[in-house]
């Protein structure tokens, strides 16, 4: 089962990145990260201002194990929705998914290859993003602020390994399915992209009030979960006669 | 023999809408099938059944002696369907290649897209994207990819439409020579009755739903030809004729008889006695140089059919 996701994924992967739309994708992230920047620059910075006796490690790290979730969600989840409509979409319409059909694929690895092929290439470019967005925050924020590097906590890494690959996992699957079994292709990208816009803006502004990281991680693994069940739970709406007669273009 | 193909009284519905009542028909092994229709017939939805792609409401298919539903039965069959789907943004080596990738095809194999790409004559075009490609170079390449993993039977859903007549002449000869040189069983569905006519050996006709017709084309022909003999005489005199007109009206089973230059052409309105017609002009001394019985066309078939319904 495992070579024929590599074989969609890398077919997937060779379709998508050679793009436009990828290298546009691409300079909105730099920007959602240089917003994330700009956000940790002001919070920090009335921090520093009002604490001035207490060594600032102790209260700027739940604030970098924040931002770390928020830019590694963020940034996985919006490419998973781009990589998935981009190949689905054209897929749907050109009518190239008909004939993936046709193959002795089976529904299971199909639906199993496809999620793959939008969630290993996002969880990667959430990391690497996540990677240079902390390593620029330390640069250019902390760095001249504090003097020193300030190294994110446990909850951090339970996040990069952990919470945010299975919400971006069963996010990835739940949108391919309901893309699979829905004729509107568009209008669910549009939802998605609303919700995405929505938990960008409430992780953003609203990660400098949140007092413990931990219950952000909770939360998300308990969302994950709900997300998991879900996706059973419609799985067995999908067949082959559905995804045909949904695919009309 | 296990047949290729076997529909048996097979019903869809789609919504509220009956697409298939009570089709019925068998392929051979070897056969070069044609499927003929209207648009709208339900040709592409036999096709969907056959892959598995739609499951049957009541009847049973067998393809290659196996039920539809099994996944592995696809790695025996090879398939164009009415949109190619190849994918433009990759070249015609990769489109392959996913496909060859997919059916886990054997390396040694693999090593023949070069072959295959240069007998449909692509092979200067193979590092091109997709999206350059004309419809005949699509088609052409959807029918290399069909035959990636070397299927027992091919489904090939309208595999000319859209094509120029030089397209259509190139993929004609594709399709014979994987039938008649590689022994495919072909399936063919199309609305292009010269096509059918052309490389088809047996037919199934079906018209909003119902098949009207199904068997071997040759026997079709003869059945719905009209009751027409004519006889090559080499003769040129008139009375000499009207006279051999004279007698052969006379017989129980001539509805009627019409001279033209050389020959007669004799309407008949039942079982005709060849023997017994010869005899009439050889006693009136006429010589006969042939006898030729008319064939009706696929297209005469064809209207009366849907004609019939009408």
New interface residues.
Partial sequence: MM??IL??LK?DL??TL??RTFLISIALTILVVYYVLINLERTIGAMLKTNTVIEPTGYIQPIIDIAIFSVMLIVAVYYSFMINSYTLL?EKT?????????????LKQFWFGKTMSMFIPSTILGFLFTLAAFCATNVFVIYPKVGHWIYPGAVSFVAIFIAVPSIVLFLSALFYLLQLIIANVRLINIIFMFVLIITINVLILGSSNLKSSWSLVFISLGVAAILGLTNLFLFRML???RI??TSKG | MVEALLLNQVNKK?GNRKILEDVTLAVQPGDIFGYLGPNGAGKTTTI?II?????EDSGTVDVLGENTSQ?????K?G?V??????????NGR?NLD??F????VPETRRNKIDEMLHHVGLQNRAEDKVATYSKGMRQKLALVRAMVHDPELLILDEPTAGIDPSGQMEVRDIILNLAHNQGKTVFLSSHNLDEVQRICNRIALIDRGRIKICGELDKLREGASQQELIIETGVNEKDVLQKVVDKLEKLPYVAGCRLDTGKISINLKGKAEVSEIVAVLAQQGVPVEGVKKSEATLEEIYSKAVRDVE
């Fill in positions: 070579k024929e074989v969609i077919k060779k379709e050679h793009t054209i050109k009518h190239s998914l008909e004939s993936l059909l046709c193959t002795p694929l089976s067949t082959k006669e045909v007669l | 789609i969907r892959m598995g792609l739609f499951r996944d592995r039965l696809r790695r069959i398939f369907l009415e949109a190619d789907g190849l994918y433009n943004n990759l990769e996913f496909y990738q997919l059916y886990g």
